[in-house]
């Protein structure tokens, strides 16, 4: 009778186990950078050089619908569920568009300011879904030359009634802020005031250049406020746009206006490895499960210096009020919450990386563009096709059969001579699969959904598909060349889970913004997460290393007199190690 007891029980648990597996597989899921109809931007019109580029996110949650801004669009895309997003052309719009805009949402109102040297009104909306915006103030008084108000941030205390506005990007200005006055329109209610500098000398992450290793005097910009627990935090964008280490800190005070205590554990949002680098200037905000979530600009820099996307990570406050966002595989597929999450690493879907460095074949290639380059997971090398026309081809071998669960197409604007987001652009591909690279099922086709230009597709498949071969086969985009950087694809691989890392040294320099770090290479790891904090359960902070680079290196964003907490990870198709044990200095 037990035996039998046991048997059933057993079964249930697999029954439930299975009916788990394809609810949560059903979830809505995101891979950054986002699937987001990215504007061909003129900014570099005049040199001809001609590029997608999103930059300078504000996510606004506005009656429980969601609103992007980003840095000249020509407009603004709306969504209900974070990831079908809508462009929308406002009736009302600046005629030089906008750069790095201020969005907030007070009741049932959006204000909408642009960055400007200049006097410029506040806009609003109580219909933002229609694209209809009003004036709510006409000319919001002009300040001194270099001033701004740039990079602008609206922020209204719900406990006092009070509005305030904080802005600033320059390497020779500070963070501003200063009150408004609701009574008159939203115009300044007194003088405004030095909010902080940076301090690069103490805070490691705040130094320039890649890896901080540039000697330029460095950049604050990207103001953002958030009050939580009666605390305040002012949050800014350092050290520059064009780095794998652009990052979010923030600081810490009592009032809305100061004084400021800067957070020892700052960077609060960075992404200096892996795919998609840098996470610095966007915006916190809540979603309608009251999950707070974290955007930051990720760096291309192929076409410009500033040629960007967006990313949005999961963020909160740990019960000390500590303000963290979690880039732990952050360009890797997550889960949209249906609900309040409990732990920070709840929307990973688990789904892991199989496309590392795998083997490609091309139906053609133009000069030496070649087809290996689009596995590689660096977004500045790319494939280009001989020519751009239906039918050319991109297939990807993982080496053995894996459970596919999601794939994402990164394009690449080489060469390009399109310079406005009309009804000629979008993209459309279809998606095949083989066990034997012989006989070829479709997955997707793209030609059969609403036509939108998507510079990121990300293609999360109803269910796993256990195959070897990956076919991208291309139908339009536009332009004169068919460029994509990287195929990336997710799901899982059966076998064993790698061995935690051993070896891990850790040794604080003589220069305590820097630290040495080496390990001992994992047998079959795809690649490493390395992770630290200020204490030992608070280790919010990744690099990622590729199994194939040195195990070692030099981290060079740590701040002086904090001690630092230490652990390293492997991954690899199939999954994630347990964490080494924790290592401290001082």
């Known amino acids: 009778m037990n035996s039998i007891l046991r048997l059933l029980l057993k079964n249930l648990f697999y029954v439930l186990l299975l009916c788990c597996s394809f609810s949560s597989f059903g979830q809505l899921t995101y891979c950054n950078p986002m699937d987001l109809g990215y504007r061909y931007n003129f900014e570099q019109m005049n040199e001809k050089i001609s590029y997608r580029s999103g930059a300078d996110p504000v996510i606004v949650n506005h009656k429980g619908e969601y609103y992007i801004f980003v840095t000249i669009s020509g407009g603004y895309w709306h969504s209900k569920d974070l990831s079908n997003w809508k462009f929308i052309t406002p009736d009302k719009w600046p005629f030089e568009d906008m750069c790095a805009p201020a969005a907030l949402s007070v009741n049932d109102t959006l204000f909408l300011f642009q960055s400007t040297f200049e006097q410029r ?69 007194g003088p405004y005031q030095s909010m902080f500098w940076l301090d690069p000398w103490k805070h490691g992450w705040e130094r320039f250049g890649p890896n901080h290793a540039d000697l330029m005097k460095p950049f604050v910009e990207g103001a953002w406020m958030t009050k939580h627990n009666k605390k305040y935090y002012l949050q800014y964008g350092a050290p520059g746009t064009e780095y794998n280490v652009y990052a979010t800190g923030t600081y810490v005070g009592k009032d809305p206006l100061g004084p400021w205590e ?97 083997p490609v074949t091309a139906s053609s290639t133009k000069d030496t563009l070649r087809a290996h380059l689009v596995t590689d997971e660096n977004p500045r090398t790319f494939w280009v096709a001989q020519h751009n026309k239906p039918g050319e081809w991109l297939t990807v071998d993982l080496q053995h059969e894996s459970d596919v669960k999601a794939i994402q197409i990164n394009y690449t604007d080489y060469k390009n001579n399109v310079y406005n987001s009309d009804s000629t652009v979008y993209t459309q591909f279809k998606l095949l699969h083989s066990k034997d690279g012989k006989r070829w099922e479709v997955l997707t086709d793209v030609s059969k959904e609403p036509k939108r230009d998507r510079a990121c597709a990300y293609v999360a498949l109803s269910q796993p598909v256990r195959t070897r071969y990956l076919r991208y086969e291309h139908i339009y985009t536009a332009g004169p060349h068919l460029a994509i950087s990287d195929v990336r694809i997710f799901g899982n691989t059966p076998g064993k889970l790698p061995a935690t890392p051993t070896g891990l040294s850790i040794v604080r320099q003589q220069d305590q913004r820097n630290v040495d770090i080496r390990w001992e290479k994992v047998p079959g790891a795809v690649g490493y997460n390395i992770r630290w904090g200020i204490a030992p359960d608070k280790l919010y902070q990744t690099y990622q290393i590729w199994a194939d680079q040195p195990t070692s290196l030099e981290l060079r964003a740590l701040s002086v007199e904090v001690p630092y907490f230490f652990a390293i990870e492997a991954f690899n198709e199939v999954g994630i190690s347990m964490l080494s044990p924790v290592k401290s200095i001082k």
């Open 262 to 358: 800067y957070a020892p554990y700052n960077p609060i949002s960075y992404k200096p490895g892996g795919f998609m680098n840098g996470a610095g200037h966007g915006n916190t905000f809540q979603d309608i499960h009251g999950n707070y979530w974290n955007t930051g600009t990720p760096w291309i820099g192929l076409n410009w210096a500033m040629e960007r996307r967006i990313a949005m990570f999961p963020a909160g406050f740990d019960s000390d009020d500590q303000m963290f966002a979690n880039t732990r595989f952050g360009d890797f597929p997550h889960y949209l919450p249906t609900q309040k999450w409990q732990n920070k690493d709840d929307l990973f879907t688990g789904w892991m990386l199989l496309s590392y460095k795998k």
């Open 121 to 189: 009104p506040i806009l609003y909306s109580v219909e933002p879904e229609k694209g209809k915006l009003q004036f709510y103030n006409r000319w919001l008084p002009r300040l001194p030359k270099d001033i701004g108000p740039w990079d602008p941030a609206i922020f209204h205390d719900d406990d006092t009634d009070r509005w305030f506005m904080y802005w600033g990007s320059s390497n020779v200005y500070p963070i501003f802020g200063a009150e408004l006055d609701h009574k008159r329109r939203l115009t300044y209610a």
